[in-house]
């Protein structure tokens, strides 16, 4: 069957540049990786309301807002209409923010975030721009930097030190952030490179079902959907169980 013109993810809005502006921000899945900072700073010994709420906003920034502008920059994954001027001029204003919440954090909280800190300056472009030719786009690094980064360094801030709690929700976060490329690679294929599709499912009781493109990515987009709703719930039940 012929793929109808699918939508480029299954939370695009369209309808004009609010719409766009709003899709761009990949509100499901922004939620869902600060949902990982939440539960990193949830199992830390005391959790301080301020760094919690300072390290959300720092990573809203830079994870919702700069490398976001900055992927749609690369190779317009969503189809904007945004130019590249107002997409570059997001990123920068966005992760100047997300540097100078980092900065004040090392000056008031433990210069020990400082490597921290660089790593995410970093690890950002790299990923987002496929810089050293695309070494850094792979699922071993979205799951690091998208997953277990932000775990860890919710853990950190909160307790200042290296210890099994913080590891084992990095490394929890990481299986997570694995589990979720591997559900959004095939649907973005699907949705973005997929011209038609064909075929046919033949059960053991003699039916067929004819393959189709909305039936493929049914499952996909809603097993993404109900996982990003579900881990932002629980980091907020966490959350209020410490505070």
């Known amino acids: 069957m012929r793929a109808t013109s699918e939508r480029p993810a299954f939370y695009a809005l369209g309808g004009g540049r609010l719409g766009e502006l709003l899709t761009l921000l990949h509100p499901p899945y922004t939620a869902w990786h600060l949902s990982y900072f939440a539960l990193g700073a949830a199992v830390a010994p005391r959790v301080h309301l301020d760094r919690l709420l300072w390290g959300l906003a720092a990573f809203a920034l830079a994870v919702g807002v700069a490398a976001h502008a900055l992927d749609e920059l690369h190779d317009r994954p969503l189809g904007t209409s945004l130019s590249d001027r107002a997409?570059?001029?997001?990123?920068?204003?966005?992760?100047?923010?997300?540097?100078?919440?980092?900065?004040?954090?090392?000056?008031?909280?433990?210069?020990?975030?400082?490597?921290?800190?660089?790593?995410?300056?970093?690890?950002?472009?790299?990923?987002?721009?496929?810089?050293?030719?695309?070494?850094?786009?792979?699922?071993?690094?979205?799951?690091?930097?998208?997953?277990?980064?932000?775990?860890?360094?919710?853990?950190?801030?909160?307790?200042?030190?290296?210890?099994?709690p913080g590891v084992l929700i990095a490394a929890g976060c990481l299986a997570m952030s694995v589990a979720q490329r591997r559900l959004s690679s095939p649907a973005r294929e699907l949705r973005r490179r997929t011209s038609s599709v064909s075929g046919v499912r033949t059960l053991r009781d003699g039916r067929t079902e004819e393959l189709s493109l909305p039936g493929l990515l049914a499952p996909l987009d809603g097993t993404l959907a109900a996982l990003s709703v579900a881990v932002v719930v629980v980091a907020c039940a966490v959350l209020a169980a410490r505070l």
Do not use: C, K
């Open 87 to 164: 997409l570059v001029a997001m990123a920068a204003a966005a992760g100047a923010g997300a540097l100078a919440i980092g900065v004040a954090g090392a000056i008031v909280v433990t210069p020990a975030l400082v490597p921290l800190v660089i790593a995410g300056g970093l690890f950002l472009p790299a990923y987002n721009l496929e810089l050293a030719r695309g070494r850094f786009h792979s699922d071993a690094w979205f799951a690091l930097g998208w997953g277990a980064f932000p775990a860890f360094t919710g853990y950190f801030v909160e307790a200042q030190r290296i210890a099994l």
